[in-house]
Nanobody, 127 residues
């Protein structure tokens, strides 16, 4: 059974930075693409970023392009989300998730294509 554990969330001021980490266990991490999603209070969960199994392909929602960077270290079974120039509208619970298919060249941006989810980490950006 795959387990995903996020960390790195917290409270930052507008314009600040945070780096989220997600450590995977119980599976073969290096075969799967990974994604980050977020959910703000009263809103639907939304795609944030994704990275292919090799790290060679990444994708971002438009509102975070140029501010967020997704990366992975397969030796450490970890995926990261570096978030810079944070804005109050980035406030949400952030979740990492594992693609349900192995070795896809392009990782999907829809949550129903992901099998395993972490418990989430809260990110709060104050204005």
């Amino acid at each position: 059974q795959v387990q995903l554990v996020e960390s790195g969330g917290g409270l930052v001021q507008d314009g600040g930075s945070l780096r989220l980490s997600c450590v995977a266990s119980g599976g073969t991490f290096s075969r799967y693409g990974m994604g980050w999603f977020r959910q703000a209070p009263g809103k639907e969960r939304e795609f944030v970023a994704a990275i292919s199994w090799s790290g060679g392909s990444t994708d971002y929602r438009d509102s975070v392009k140029g501010r967020f960077t997704i990366s992975r270290d397969n030796a450490k079974n970890t995926v990261y989300l570096q978030m810079n120039s944070l804005k109050p509208e980035d406030t949400a619970v952030y979740y990492c998730a594992q693609d349900r298919a192995t070795r896809r060249m392009v990782v999907p941006g829809t949550g129903n294509q992901y099998d395993y989810w972490g418990q989430g980490t809260q990110v709060t950006v104050s204005s």
